[in-house]
């Protein structure tokens, strides 16, 4: 199990060899890696994350606890990224590891989910028309009020 | 006791975090909150809506009716837009 709150880059590929080099014995890891979203419309110059680290630690360390017990996970590993970042840089990346793979997906839905509207983060975006914050979304509540 | 403001409260506050001595007729954390408000015309426009502000006492997220005796850090913070 790992969390990891982190202002540099990562390369998702390595990160996920070196997870599934652990995993002896276990048949699914899944991967979701976030992007830096641009809106072709609206273009994104920046996006800016802010960050509440030792809130992060204990929120996201929870949910990952949970998450290994309710889909019986062998493994995961949550970064989280903060600070500056472009379009299309890789924001976040969940990996869960599991016998089977229902659970594997299972598990790493339920960590984005719960991340979404649990970890302390906040976002701004910049674009042409200014720098204003990401509004949290009531489809990220029903998202994770479906694992309830 | 370290108050932590993070996202448009840290902005609209201009400040991230400061200390503070409330009397101790401040009980809960909404008690803080309006306690705040009334000592500072900023914080009363920026936490004019306390039921869309979340609050953590010592790095744990907590309810607005819990009491912060003893609390070394309140955070408080508008709803997360992680992941």
């Known amino acids: ?28 890891v899944v991967t979701f890696t976030g992007l830096v979203r641009s809106d072709p419309g609206d273009p994104v110059s920046a996006l800016m994350l802010e960050c509440y680290p030792e809130l992060a630690l204990n929120q996201i360390g929870a949910i990952v606890a949970e998450a290994r017990v309710r889909f019986g996970l062998l493994d995961e590993t949550v ?15 969940v990996m869960t590891l599991a016998p089977h793979r229902e659970a594997a997906f299972a598990g790493a839905e339920f960590l984005m989910d719960y991340l979404k509207t649990d970890a302390p983060f906040w976002k701004k975006e910049a674009t042409a028309q200014g720098k204003r914050w990401v509004e949290h979304r009531d489809a990220d509540d029903k998202a994770k009020d479906r694992w309830r | 006791m370290k108050i932590l403001y993070f996202a448009w409260l840290r902005e609209r506050l201009d400040r991230g975090e ?3 001595d409330p009397p101790a007729s401040v009980r809960s954390v909404s008690d ?8 500072d015309p900023a914080a009363e426009l920026a936490m004019a809506k306390p039921e869309i502000i979340k609050a953590a006492i010592d790095a744990r997220i907590v309810s607005h009716d819990t009491p912060i005796a003893g609390a070394r850090v309140i955070a408080f913070f ?3 837009t992680g992941g």
Do not use: C, K
């Not at chain 1, 970064?79 to 990346?93: A, D, K, M, N, W």
């Open chain 1, 1 to 28: 199990m790992g969390v990891r709150i982190q202002e540099a880059a990562f390369d998702p590929g390595a990160e996920l060899n070196a997870f599934s080099e652990l995993s002896e014995g276990a048949g699914a």
């Open chain 1, 79 to 93: 970064i989280h990224r903060y600070g500056t970042l472009q379009p299309g840089e890789p924001i976040v990346q």
């Open chain 2, 18 to 20: 400061e200390i503070v």
């Open chain 2, 32 to 39: 803080l909150i309006a306690w705040l408000r009334a000592r």
């Open chain 2, 78 to 80: 508008p709803p997360m």
